[in-house]
């Protein structure tokens, strides 16, 4: 691995926070890169953070141990994505590693907002707690769904049953929200029986489930929009797109007036977020370029998008890398010998030509075209593309191994839950992060 980072010359990294079933907090850190015109994603690091130490010093020490480990240096370092934890960003502020909000997070971050706000999902999460509190009461609901189901199934012999649970909101679990309002709607009717046999039916009643129904069909957006960022294909150019959409979705509710006063209250709440979020982004360089970068989007929309002033540092930042790569850099003050010039044929001539393009002049001819709806990755390896505009090609490339979402270190965990399960409790956190690591990095060997 280390000889491998030792080749690259940009890369990113997500990290991500976690605590086992034994309540013992873990750190996780990954890097991401293109190698071959391809993108790689490693876990580096996976281990034990004591609980009183999980400060942003102690982050700090974790971040600069697996730096020295993999000999990676922090200028080589593009962008960290992180869940927006002050602690995370504070101690990748002192390495002076620039830093931007998970797409998914930031997302589920304004959704939290709203929620807590106004207090929308009062009642739902004390339906949900009343049922999660006795198993009688899951157990009765679970009785009633498959008596409905096997009247279905008379109904309809190709009718496939499922008996489902309530699903508790957590604010660290992406969608939670969404996915609890989702389950009581589609429970109601085995629901409503359970409290009228119990008699405790001022839970929810029917008002409620028409004003739930109005927030599923207001959050739904912000559910498409997670799983649109946490894909594998997914860009640091999409988190611009997915919050745009989302805030005008918001700001066309806003217009709409609405007899249930919460839904708009959350609507209002959730755009002013929205917008503080997106504000946040427009200070990150790296994510700015992506934008500009992403010729899928086009300059007549991210020049709608995007402020002057944010345009600018794009610009600028992209120049500046443009520079790094056309500067020749000397390695020694001795004059080489002369060497004999190959013979040239019109066809190399011509590509020697396209590719002495001054670097302003090649990015202003990028910023002329317009593409549909691309795989960027894919697009950016062209050669016809690389031939056409070599230096900024190169630029880009630097940015598309970024993730627009934790997403990555969010599944390192599930894969720590399933080697650190039930039966297997007593390993020790070291011994299960070497074992996260092999497993995850076997390709490799």
């Known amino acids: 691995m280390k000889k491998e980072l ?14 086992s079933r034994t309540k013992i907090p873990m750190q996780t850190i990954e890097v991401h890169y293109m190698k071959d015109g391809k993108a790689y994603h490693r876990i580096l690091n996976v281990r034990e953070i004591q609980e009183e130490h999980v400060d942003n010093v102690a982050l700090m020490d974790f971040f600069k141990e697996v730096f020295n480990a993999y000999g990676i240096d922090i200028k080589k370092i593009l962008l960290f994505v992180v869940d927006g934890g002050s602690n995370q960003l504070l101690a990748l502020q002192k390495l002076n590693i620039p830093a931007v909000w998970c797409g998914c997070h930031a997302i589920n971050v304004c959704v939290k907002y709203g ?29 009633l769904q498959r008596k409905a189901n096997a009247r279905l199934k008379l109904q309809d012999d190709e009718y496939i049953s499922h008996v489902y649970v309530m699903v508790k909101d957590n604010d660290t679990r992406w969608n939670s929200w969404f996915l609890s309002i989702q389950r009581i709607i589609m429970l109601w009717p ?58 005008l979705r918001m700001e066309e509710r806003s217009t709409v007036s609405n007899k249930y006063v919460n839904c708009d209250e959350l609507a209002a709440d959730i755009l002013f977020k929205l917008k503080e979020v997106r504000d946040d982004y427009y200070t990150c360089p790296s994510y700015l370029a ?16 995007l402020p002057l002033q944010a345009q600018t540092i794009a ?3 992209i120049q500046a890398e443009m520079d790094k790569i056309t500067t020749p850099v000397r390695s020694s003050d001795t004059p080489s010998k002369p060497t004999k010039q190959p013979r040239t044929t019109v066809g190399k001539s011509f590509r020697s030509s396209i590719q002495e393009l001054n670097p302003k002049s090649e990015l202003e001819a990028y910023l002329e ?12 390896s062209k050669e016809s593309v690389s031939i056409s505009y070599p230096t900024v090609s190169k630029v880009a490339m630097k940015l598309v191994s970024i993730p627009a979402s934790a997403a990555i270190s969010e599944r390192t965990w599930s894969l720590v839950g399933l080697i650190w399960n ?9 011994r299960v992060g070497r074992l996260v690591f092999l497993k995850s990095n076997n390709d490799m060997w």
């Open 6 to 19: 030792s080749n690259i010359s940009d890369f990113s990294m997500t990290t991500d926070g976690w605590k």
């Open 115 to 143: 929620i807590n706000k106004t207090d929308a999902l009062g009642k739902t999460r004390s339906l949900v707690s009343w049922f999660n509190a006795s198993s009688t009461h899951t157990q009765k609901l679970r009785d």
């Open 190 to 247: 085995e629901i409503k029986t359970v409290l009228q046999e119990y008699r405790v039916s001022y839970l929810m009643n029917d008002e409620d489930i028409e004003c739930l129904k109005e927030f599923e069909v207001m959050l739904e957006p912000f559910y498409d929009s997670t799983l649109a960022l946490e894909a594998d294909d997914s860009n640091l150019s999409d988190i611009i797109l997915e919050i745009e959409g989302l805030i």
């Open 290 to 305: 992506s934008v500009i970068l992403d010729p899928s989007i086009g300059k007549t929309i991210w020049e709608k998008l």
């Open 315 to 317: 610009l600028n930042w």
């Open 369 to 380: 075209i317009k593409t549909g709806k691309i795989n960027l990755l894919e697009w950016w």
């Open 422 to 430: 039930q039966l297997r409790n007593r390993l020790e956190s070291d």
